[in-house]
C-alpha cells in the first residue's frame, strides 16, 4: 500500500508538507487544484508547480482528489458533453505528468454532509457528526451557512461557493430526477472517460455518497454493495474503479465493508482506500472517532486485513481526523489526530504482513 495524507495546498492548507514529510510510514500526499472552476480544464502550468512542490519533499503525488464532476453531467444535460470534453483534457493532462488515481464523486449538489463540524467527545476532542434529525427542519441554504461557520474560513472541497451559488435552481433541476437516471447519466460520462483513461493509466475511483442515504430528497447510487456491483458493470475495465470510504459506506451498518474489500479487490476494482472510524448511534446518526476499533463501530483490523488478502498496492489515507491537543484549523483534516490514524493504520499493516509470513 501507499500511505497518504490529503493536502489542500501552500495557499489552504496551514499543514505544510515539510510536517506531513515527518509522519513516519507516509508515502504521499493526495491533492487537487481547488482554485479551478467545476467544468473547466486544469492548466498545465499549475499541474505541475504542485508536483514540482511535491517531489522536493520525496512524496507520491500520483493520486488526485478531486477532479470534480460538473452537475450538468449529473444532471445529463445537453451541455454536458462540453464538460465531459474539459473532463477529458484534464484527465490527459493528469496522466501525462503521472497521475494513476483519480477519485471523484457523483453526489448531487452537497458532497459530503455533515450536522456539526465540532462535536464535542467524551475525551475533549472535537469530530464532525451527521444526524437526520438536525436537518428534518432546514432548508438547503441554511445547511450551507451552517457548513460556512463551522468552516471558520477555511476552504471546504465539496462546499465551493461557487458550486452553491444557484442552489434554489439546482434542487429545482433535480425535481424528478430518480436514481435510475443517474446511473444512466454516470454511465454516459464513464463510456465517454475512460478510454482516455485506459491510454494513460489511470484509473478513476469514484467515492461513496457520505452520508449513504438520500439528504434533501436528493438521488444517490454509491449506497450499498448492490450499487457498487452495478458501478463496476457499467464499463468493464480496471480503470473504472472505486474508492472504498470506510467512514461513508459504514454509516450503514449493513453494509459489510470487509466484504465488499474482498470482493471487489478481488476483481481489481478497488483503487483507493479511506480508512477511518465512526461510532454509529443509531440509523444515520453518527459521528467520527479516533481510528483504534475500540472507539467505534467499525472493525479496523478486518478491513486491513481484507486490504492485504486482495494483494492491495494502492493508495490509502486516514481520511478525517478529530481536532485533538487544541489544534486549530480544517474540520476533520488537522495534522495530529490524522497523523495518529495513519501510524495505526501502518501498524495494523505491519502486524498483519507479520502473521502472514510466519
Known amino acids: 500500500m501507499i500511505m497518504t495524507f490529503r ?32 467544468g473547466e480544464v486544469w492548466p498545465e502550468d499549475k499541474i505541475a508547480a504542485v508536483i514540482e512542490q511535491i517531489k522536493a519533499y520525496d512524496l507520491d503525488y500520483s493520486t488526485v482528489e478531486s477532479v ?6 449529473k444532471l445529463g ?21 503521472g497521475v494513476r488515481v483519480v477519485c471523484y464523486n457523483f453526489m448531487p449538489v452537497f458532497d459530503w454532509t455533515r450536522t456539526d463540524l465540532a462535536k464535542p467527545l467524551f475525551d475533549g476532542s472535537t469530530a464532525m457528526e451527521f444526524d437526520y434529525r438536525q436537518i428534518a427542519d432546514k432548508s438547503p441554504q441554511q445547511m450551507v451557512e451552517e457548513i460556512r461557520k463551522g468552516s471558520k474560513g477555511a476552504k471546504m472541497a465539496g462546499w465551493e461557493p461557487e458550486r452553491l451559488k444557484s442552489l434554489e435552481a439546482l434542487f429545482e433541476a433535480y425535481e424528478g430526477v430518480d436514481e435510475e437516471q443517474m446511473f444512466s447519466h454516470l454511465g454516459y460520462f464513464l463510456r465517454a472517460i475512460i478510454p ?22 436528493l438521488p444517490r447510487i454509491v449506497k450499498s454493495e448492490r450499487d457498487l456491483e452495478r458501478i463496476v458493470k457499467l464499463v468493464d475495465s480496471p480503470c473504472n474503479s472505486l474508492t472504498i470510504c470506510s467512514g461513508s459506506l459504514g454509516a450503514n451498518l449493513q453494509n ?103
Open 77 to 97: 444535460r445537453p451541455t454536458r458533453d462540453k464538460y465531459i470534453e474539459n473532463y477529458i483534457r484534464t484527465l490527459e493532462r493528469l496522466g501525462r505528468a
Open 196 to 217: 482516455t483513461c485506459e491510454k494513460y493509466g489511470i484509473r478513476m475511483a469514484i467515492h461513496p455518497d457520505d452520508p449513504p442515504c438520500s439528504v434533501f430528497g
Open 256 to 358: 459489510d465493508i470487509p466484504a465488499i474489500i474482498r470482493r471487489f479487490g478481488a476483481q481489481d476494482r478497488v483503487a483507493f482506500a479511506h480508512i477511518r472510524n465512526i461510532q454509529v448511534c443509531e440509523p444515520w446518526v453518527f459521528h467520527e472517532t479516533a481510528h483504534k476499533s475500540r472507539y467505534g463501530s467499525l472493525d479496523m483490523y478486518d478491513m486491513m486485513k481484507a486490504l492485504h488478502e486482495v494483494n492491495f498496492t494502492g493508495p490509502i489515507r486516514p481520511d478525517h481526523g478529530r481536532m485533538i491537543w487544541d489544534e486549530q484549523g480544517r474540520p476533520g483534516y488537522g495534522l495530529y489526530d490524522r497523523a495518529l490514524g495513519a501510524n495505526y493504520l501502518c501498524g495494523l499493516w505491519d502486524a498483519i504482513s507479520r502473521a502472514d509470513k510466519a
Open 68 to 73: 470534480n464532476v460538473h452537475e450538468d453531467i
Open 7 to 38: 493536502w489542500y495546498g501552500q495557499e489552504d492548507d496551514s499543514i505544510s508538507l515539510k510536517h506531513i514529510r515527518q509522519i513516519p510510514g507516509m508515502d504521499g500526499v493526495v491533492w487537487a487544484l481547488f482554485d479551478v472552476p467545476v
